[in-house]
């Protein structure tokens, strides 16, 4: 072959040449930002102008009324809030029923935890997964309160499984999605370390699923919340002690409007607590330093 042939075939040689760069203007370092852009860039100071604005919304609308029967003021229901929580009777009410949620969620995300596992490890466990949600989960929660009075009495085992069933298909159902979208690459890569069905669910697809883990999680505590507020409306108390939902209704019945916002308020605010210091905690430690979430 030539000379000429071979050097058709070979890549041209680009020459190496440097463009000088313009000196950057004067004033243009970087700066820091100042207190109000700080504010402004953060999240937390919009929201809390938000809440504010809806506060002075609601008062203006109770001073309209007139009727502090029918709507009592956002000032009002604070001095009902403080005076609960100096008497000790608000804070009794939360504790009571902050405990029967936590019992009711931690047994319905250990039996989502085992369904999906099993529908990811089995085909018959995914047949099962898929039979029950398409049953089970459009069947409202408060709906299955008479057979769990008549199963567990008139007591917390009652709550526990209501709100059990609030939390499980909702959560069973983001996880399995969660799951069903891992790559295939991620699998195989589990596979050729060997590890077995228990194994890669735990190492590879919950921190590849977390963002749908973490979205189910949040559902499912949203739905737990506000069905054992409806059936401690229902049946109100639990073992002689009563929940939040019972002193909403107390109140109610004994037309102390203001107690009755004062426990939707407490409703509310734990609703926003738990939101933003534990399900966004986890997100901010996890998923977002991860780069699996904007």
Request: glycine content about 10%; hydrophobic content about 55%; aromatic content about 10%.
């Amino acid at each position: 072959m030539s000379a000429a042939a071979n050097a058709l075939r070979e890549p041209p040689v680009r020459p190496e040449y440097e463009l000088p760069l313009a000196p950057a203007p004067a004033g243009t370092a970087e700066r820091p930002y100042s207190v109000l852009q700080r504010l402004l860039r953060s999240a937390w100071p919009r929201k809390l102008a938000l809440l504010l604005v809806l506060a002075a919304l609601w008062e203006a609308t109770a001073r309209w009324v007139g009727n502090d029967l029918l709507l009592p003021g956002c000032m009002q229901t604070a001095r009902a809030v403080a005076a609960g929580v100096a008497s000790g009777e608000l804070p009794r009410y939360v504790g009571v029923s902050l405990w029967t949620l936590l019992q009711g969620y931690a047994a319905g995300v250990s039996g989502a935890f085992v369904l999906t596992t099993l529908a990811m490890s089995t085909r018959i466990g995914r047949d099962v997964l898929e039979t029950l949600t398409a049953m089970l989960n459009p069947l409202p929660a408060i709906a299955l309160l008479p057979l769990a009075l008549l199963w567990f009495g008139l007591g917390q085992g009652s709550l526990v499984f209501v709100l059990m069933h609030s939390v499980l298909w909702p959560l069973a159902l983001a996880t399995y999605a969660g799951f069903r979208a891992v790559p295939e690459t991620l699998r195989m890569a589990g596979r050729n370390y060997g590890l077995g069905p228990f194994a890669l669910v735990t190492q590879i697809l919950v921190p590849a699923a977390l963002p749908a883990i973490l979205s189910g999680l949040k559902i499912g505590w949203a739905f737990a919340w506000r069905t054992l507020i409806a059936a401690e409306l229902v049946f109100g108390t639990t073992s002689g002690k009563g929940g939040l939902g019972w002193y909403i209704y107390q109140s109610r019945n004994e037309l102390f409007t203001d107690r009755v916002f004062a426990g939707l308020a407490a409703v509310i605010a734990i609703g926003l607590l738990f939101e933003h210091l534990v399900f966004q905690s986890v997100e901010r430690l996890t998923v977002r330093r991860w780069g699996m979430q904007r």
